[in-house]
């Protein structure tokens, strides 16, 4: 089983739509956890931690259940330019102490006119 | 945000040469910086994390001897491919760290990317 599983997409949304977007980690151990964004042949750019209390930035909003060890990105109000690769990120701690991060495959977005 | 840059953004070298990409933290210091592989329509593939001041930490499957890791300061991390075949053409992205918090929050900062294609 992947660390770190997504939906595997694509999604084809008309403009304004809402898309949620899922995903699941095994390790219950993992400490805190990220969606990115990533653009064609570029590299990911941090879109907004996820806390357990959930937390909303504008149109986006991320939800963490522990218990299930579940993520989300929910999208409202969908825009041509949220068209992109969305990535779950999980940190996890290392044997050294230190954390590393695991991505998912991603999930790939396509808002059409 | 914090800044970090990768060179080269690409690079074409023939089968059996060696291949070296930096990664410089720009404007902090970075004791702890990673190194992934991205193939096309994949996701990032962690492939080691290195330490400055000491021995990266090889993800499974991952071959140290192909594939060196320098971080010999807090700004700078080096990735050599030795003697790169065609199977090794991919995405290389490496990351560091701003801060690591006691639970394990913080914010990872990518640099550019080197595309490699070898022929």
């Known amino acids: 089983r992947k660390e770190v599983e997504q939906d595997p997409g694509p999604f084809n949304v008309p403009e304004g739509a809402t898309v949620a977007f899922n995903c699941t980690y095994s390790?219950?151990?993992?400490?805190?956890f990220f969606w990115y964004r990533q653009d064609c042949r570029k590299e990911p750019k941090l879109l907004m931690s996820v806390y357990s209390s959930g937390n909303e930035d504008g149109r986006f909003t991320a939800q963490l259940n522990r218990a299930s060890q579940y993520i989300s990105l929910l999208i409202r109000d969908s825009k041509l330019s949220d068209s992109a690769t969305y990535l779950c990120?999980?940190?996890?701690?290392?044997?050294?102490?230190?954390?590393?991060?695991?991505f998912g495959a991603g999930t790939r977005l396509f808002v059409k006119a | 945000g914090a800044v970090v840059s990768q060179h080269p953004s690409w690079v074409i070298c023939k089968s059996g040469t060696s291949v070296k990409i930096e990664c410089r933290s720009l404007?902090?210091?970075?004791?702890?910086m990673f190194w992934y592989r991205q193939f096309p329509k994949q996701s990032l593939m962690l492939m080691a994390t290195s330490n400055e001041g000491s021995k990266a930490t090889y993800e499974q499957g991952v071959e140290k001897d192909k594939f060196l890791i320098n971080h010999a300061s807090l700004t700078l991390s080096t990735l050599t491919v030795t003697s790169a075949h065609p199977e090794d053409s991919s995405f290389y992205i490496c990351?560091?760290?701003?801060?690591?918090?006691?639970?394990?929050?913080?914010?990872?900062?990518f640099g550019p990317g080197t595309r490699l294609t070898v022929l």
């Open positions: 390790n219950s151990a993992s400490q805190s």
């Open positions: 990351s560091a760290r701003t801060q690591i918090l006691a639970g394990g929050g913080n914010e990872q900062f």
């Open positions: 990120a999980v940190n996890m701690r290392e044997n050294t102490g230190g954390f590393k991060t695991i």
């Open positions: 404007d902090f210091q970075a004791t702890t």
